[in-house]
């Protein structure tokens, strides 16, 4: 299995642009979770899904973050406008919930350098 | 609401000395506890878990905790550090109850010398 897999790796833009995040998941499992880590504030959790649905997103920022799970192979974590203070690492990870406890699998994070 | 406490920010070993990372934790019911470890510009890895049973977990790469429910807390171990083991290590809890997310600490970053 390849992992979970985050595109881009790197990512710079001009404040006020859109800019959109990529997560595939493991294959077959079931939770998704989209965090942010910065030198300040660690390691946040900003949403998270269960079979596609969007749970919890009481940890997103603004308005300006949304997120979606059109299918159970693929999220998506939108900021538009972009500021600079969300210049972040942001990490997706997936896990299988429902059949024992699993850990969560990381991607290797996308790194947002907003200007 | 659960959460973790890593009273460290860093932590200094000396190589082929046993190491410790302190971690406590805070959930209403019984946890479900993790430690990662992640290498400069790349994501978490798993290093080991505690669901139920032995006090006592072994994980990847010779590190081991131990949970201990009265004292609410789940040490990272090793016997004798490597300078590869320098990283960041974060641990993270969850409630048994329901389907939650993991919440992390802030991390300690573990430095071995030579």
């Known amino acids: 299995d390849a992992g979970v897999i985050q595109s881009p790796r790197h990512e710079v833009t001009e404040m006020g642009q859109e800019v959109t995040l990529r997560c595939k998941p493991i294959s077959g499992h079931n939770s998704l979770f989209w965090y942010r880590q910065t030198m300040m504030r660690g390691l946040e959790l900003l949403i998270y899904?269960?079979?596609?649905?969007?749970?919890?997103d009481s940890g997103m920022p603004e308005d300006r973050f949304s997120a979606k799970m059109p299918n159970a192979s693929f999220s998506t974590l939108k900021i538009q406008p972009s500021e600079p203070r969300d210049s972040a690492v942001y990490f997706c990870?997936?896990?299988?919930?429902?059949?024992?406890?699993?850990?969560?699998?990381f991607g290797q994070g996308t790194r947002l350098t907003v200007v | 609401a659960q959460s973790v406490a890593q009273p460290e920010d860093q932590v200094n070993v000396a190589e082929g000395n046993p190491l410790t990372v302190k971690c406590t934790y805070s959930v209403s019911g019984n946890p479900y506890l993790f430690w990662y470890v992640q290498y400069p510009n790349r994501g978490l890895q798993f290093l080991l878990k505690?669901?139920?049973?032995?006090?006592l977990v072994k994980g990847s790469y010779g590190f081991e905790a131990e949970f201990n429910k009265s004292q609410t807390s789940f040490h990272l171990k090793k016997p004798s550090a490597l300078v590869s083991d320098s990283a960041l290590y974060f641990c993270?809890?969850?409630?048994?109850?329901?389907?939650?997310?993991?919440?992390f600490g802030k991390g300690t970053r573990l430095s071995v010398i030579a």
């Open positions: 993270a809890v969850r409630e048994i109850a329901g389907n939650t997310p993991l919440v």
């Open positions: 505690y669901i139920t049973g032995d006090n």
């Open positions: 899904f269960n079979n596609n649905v969007p749970i919890d």
């Open positions: 990870a997936s896990s299988l919930v429902g059949q024992g406890v699993t850990e969560a699998f």
